[in-house]
């Protein structure tokens, strides 16, 4: 790809837990990143990266330079956001009047109507806001879609684990603040919520059982599913076999009863997910608004009692 024919990125968010994937599908999709943006200057990652990117800790200063290079016919195409998730709906919006794409990491905004308004600033500028729903590009997860489409019969029963331990300092940055992040649920679980309504339709019916600091978990029945689910980021969930190995994630989805193996292939998703965006196939936001719909509710959802049908077999422990 000659210099020409690359996209300019911005970043923002270039110090966080996922900028590192964001930076590596720049790179690898054979683009470049021109600047980037966070209050906290330990970004010394960018040097493995893009070290001719200017780097910016005020906001307004970004957005000045964004602004500035559009005026000089060197502006962005993209902006890459991976700030906290409450810094979404503003960054979006910046990326859009600052004349680039957005392209998010979910969640992208906390609510469902945030996203009716980012669709109104998308008419406005005439750009369009993309998001990182990557297991809709994962192998083993398109094939079986395929077999769940091409097959025949009513509602599966599904059973989803998911827990991602981790330690104190979770609970004590903006991660741990629901106002924030929008819950446990809405930070670590709503790419599984996509990944459900992609696979089985639309949500009919949400019920939460538990919802702490450290454990959400409830049901749902959707067009061709009835689904308890569970999310955890408490290491003490973990099968204890897994555990005894030094494992600290478990993924588990089973369909009727067979386990569905996904563990491998994500690697390289991120890209994958760059690709398909940059090639106008990306996640849009009708795509990802079912997820932001759902967690919305699981946040605001009074607890019930589950059943044996419904409560998740991990709560019965």
Known sequence: MTASEQKRFGLTGASGYIAPRHLKAIKDSGNTLVAALDPFDSVGILDSYFPQAEFFTQPEIYERYLHDARRRGQGVNYVSICSPNYLHDAHIRM???????????????LNPEDITALKEVEAETGQRV???????????????KAELDGSAGGKRDVDLSYITSR?????????????????????????????????FGHIEHVEVHERTETVCAGYLELDRARV???????PSYIPEALSAKGQRTYRSITIDGQEVEFSEGFTDLHTEVYRRTLAGQGFTLDDTFEAIA???????????????DTGHRFLRR
């Open 130 to 144: 993309w998001t990182i729903l990557q297991l809709r590009a994962h192998a083993a997860l398109e094939r079986l």
């Open 167 to 199: 330690g104190t300092w979770y609970l004590r940055s903006w991660k741990g603040r629901e106002e924030q992040s929008g819950g446990l649920a809405t930070n670590i679980g709503v790419h599984f919520y996509d990944m459900l309504s992609w696979m």
């Open 95 to 109: 990326a859009l009047r600052a004349g680039g794409d957005a392209l998010c990491e979910k969640p992208i905004v």
């Open 228 to 234: 308890r689910w569970f999310l955890s980021i408490d």
């Open 294 to 308: 759902t967690v919305a509710q699981i946040r605001k959802a009074a607890l019930t009692t589950p059943t044996a």
